[in-house]
């Protein structure tokens, strides 16, 4: 059974910086797997913040994080972190840690393209 647990949520400050991970578990992992972050605003719809197309260590980023935000990998490949820097008040979500097996063709933008989800974690930033 494919189980994501992200966790690492919490309060910052802007100009802040905070370290999100997921955890995965009962799967193999292959190089076509997609691994990806979303966050969900109040009052918005889920977004792609960040993704990773495992066999290539192929990353992608929204424009509204790049530069604050990166992606890595325990060695096992087991648990991915998303690293948060400058944080700013925008940045306030529930993010969910998501996967797509088989990504043949890159990671899926849309949340749609992803089957297997963590349960979420919030993140708040406030000053």
């Known amino acids: 059974q494919v189980q994501l647990v992200d966790s690492g949520g919490g309060s910052g400050q802007p100009g802040g910086s905070l370290r999100l991970s997921c955890h995965a578990s009962?799967?193999?992992?292959?190089?076509?797997?997609?691994l990806a972050w979303f966050r969900r605003a109040p009052e918005k719809e889920r977004e792609l913040v960040a993704s990773l197309w495992i066999g290539r260590s192929d990353t992608y980023y929204a424009a509204s994080v790049k530069g604050r935000f990166t992606l890595s990998q325990d060695k096992f490949g087991r648990t991915l972190y998303l690293q948060m820097n400058n944080l700013k008040p925008e940045d306030t979500a529930l993010y969910y840690c998501?996967?797509?097996?088989?990504?043949?063709?890159?990671?899926?933008?849309?949340?749609?393209?992803?089957?297997?989800w963590g349960q979420g974690t919030q993140v708040t930033v406030s000053a």
């Open positions: 998501a996967r797509r097996p088989g990504a043949y063709g890159g990671c899926p933008f849309v949340e749609q393209g992803y089957p297997d």
């Open positions: 009962g799967f193999t992992v292959s190089n076509y797997d997609c």
